[in-house]
């Protein structure tokens, strides 16, 4: 059980590149599924104004999360060189670690329990947001960002175009992986409302700063002692 009388310490989390980053995309992909919506639906979704409203700013959204995804890609590679760490599941994490993050979030979480993993900054989510992560950040994203580049550049690729199955091929595969990406978004603002407090991890994202408890600070120190020797 959580002990609601341990002291609150706070690690800085979340630098400012990745928090711009990440309210970046948040509001492209917004901006992307409305517009993407009315493309898709124009005969019941109009709130952009004309069609060509719609596509203009849809493309341009789509630029903008593809150059935000290429500054995160080059931060976590050759800045923080944090990337494989963060993002690859470890072999603990594949056989135990996903089962039981599975199983707070589930039950243990409504019991009070406390969260089996404890972010650090070079730890920073649990082995379900690792594999969920991996699946999205380093599969989807470049598949969706790609084939909407090509479906924006259809006359001087249309070679490639063709390669790659046709037209039809490319424009179904772009919907479908976009549908599966704005799938995720509810999963992943519930998640975010299950920290100590509902808006702790919100918070997190604006400040960098989240709240840790004094219990769990001399296991984040350790980890980061080892870590820079």
């Known amino acids: 059980m959580s002990d609601n009388n ?9 630098p400012m590149p990745v928090r711009i980053w990440h309210w970046l995309n ?6 992307l599924t409305v517009s ?16 060509k409203s719609a596509i203009y700013l849809h493309n341009t959204a789509g630029f903008v999360v593809a150059i935000s995804f290429t500054l995160w890609f080059f931060y976590y590679t050759f800045v923080s060189r944090t990337m494989a760490n963060l993002y690859v599941p470890k072999v603990e994490d594949l056989k135990t670690g996903i089962l039981r993050q599975v199983k707070f979030y589930f039950l243990t979480y409504f019991l009070g329990w406390e969260n089996p993993h404890h972010p650090t900054p070079d730890n920073k989510f649990n082995p379900m947001q690792k594999s969920v992560y991996l699946a999205i950040m ?14 924006t550049n259809v006359d001087p690729l249309r070679g490639l175009i ?12 772009h919907f479908i992986l976009a549908c599966s990406l704005i799938a995720f978004l509810p999963t992943h603002i519930y998640l975010a409302t299950l920290g100590h407090t509902p808006t702790e ?29």
């Open 162 to 173: 063709v390669m790659v199955g046709g037209l039809k091929l490319l424009a179904g595969l």
């Open 36 to 51: 993407g919506a009315q493309i898709r639906f124009p005969e019941y979704i109009s709130l952009l104004g004309s069609y």
């Open 201 to 229: 991890h919100i918070k997190t994202m604006w400040t960098g700063w989240e709240d840790e408890l004094e219990e769990h600070k001399e296991e984040t120190d350790n980890t980061e002692l080892a870590t820079s020797r």
């Open 6 to 14: 341990s002291e609150n310490s706070k690690v800085y989390l979340q």
């Open 26 to 31: 948040a509001f492209g992909i917004v901006t």
């Open 138 to 151: 380093f599969v989807m994203m470049p598949l969706v960002s790609l084939s909407g580049i090509f479906l």
